[in-house]
T-cell receptor, first 116, second 112 residues
Framework: GAVVSQHPSWVICKSGTSVKIECRSL??????MFWYRQFPKQSLMLMAT?????????EQGVEKDKFLINHASLTLSTLTVTSAHPEDSSFYIC????????????FGQGTRLTVV | GENVEQHPSTLSVQEGDSAVIKCTYS??????FPWYKQELGKGPQLIID?????GEKKDQRIAVTLNKTAKHFSLHITETQPEDSAVYFC???????????FGTGTRLTIIP
């Protein structure tokens, strides 16, 4: 199947700093990518839909100024957690579908963010 | 999709026995129902999916059934093995909007 790669797989940062997470589709183009957050022992919650060449669409309750999303190319979307706080510590996962809508979604391996 | 309920939240099964996980959804427009397996510290991996135009799909030891009238779908794992131990999530979407809504997850433990 298609491959979606996230980087880094884990990161520790100090409170107040910003962290960037990359999501790449390695062998297909994705006009749309999705960012999820998963707290321990909980389900995946959609944060935002990343659209290539346009602004991301954020889910209700997700601060767009705190979670900056950039989808500059058909194979790369980035999520930047700005002014991180300990409560932002979570597992962040991206997914993408190859261009055809009627295909499965492929997920990255996730990024464990710990804010200290 | 709006809401997906998943049961049970935990399930322990003797190795070799079958495991069944059920999900109920509310959006009648949903037409795609995947199941994901998530191992500790990793992203979800698709194990099987079904679309609304069929009622059942099977892939070796894994099968999924869909009842659109009742708005529920189930994952069936037969001849379970220790490596089946993981957290399983159901999900649903409408291909028109692409977004997946996930169930709450089931922690499956296979007892050797």
């Amino acid at each position: 199947g298609a491959v979606v790669s996230q980087h880094p797989s884990w990161v520790i940062c100090k409170s107040g700093t910003s962290v960037k997470i990359e999501c790449r589709s390695l062998d297909f183009q994705a006009t749309t990518m999705f960012w999820y957050r998963q707290f321990p022992k909980q389900s995946l919650m959609l944060m935002a839909t990343s659209n290539e060449g346009s602004k991301a669409t954020y889910e209700q309750g997700v601060e767009k100024d705190k979670f900056l999303i950039n989808h500059a190319s058909l194979t790369l979307s980035t999520l930047t957690v700005t002014s991180a706080h300990p409560e932002d510590s979570s597992f962040y996962i991206c997914s993408a579908r190859p261009g055809n809508l009627n295909t499965e979604a492929f997920f990255g391996q996730g990024t464990r963010l710990t804010v200290v | 999709g709006e809401n997906v309920e998943q049961h049970p939240s935990t399930l322990s099964v003797q190795e070799g026995d079958s495991a069944v996980i059920k999900c109920t959804y509310s959006d009648s427009a949903s037409n795609y129902f995947p199941w994901y397996k998530q191992e500790l510290g990793k992203g979800p991996q698709l194990i099987i999916d079904i679309r609304s135009n069929v009622g059942e799909k099977k892939d070796q030891r894994i099968a999924v059934t869909l009842n659109k009238t009742a708005k529920h779908f189930s994952l069936h794992i037969t001849e379970t093995q220790p490596e089946d131990s993981a957290v399983y999530f159901c999900a649903e979407s409408n291909f028109g909007n692409e977004k997946l809504t996930f169930g709450t997850g089931t922690r499956l433990t296979i007892i050797p």
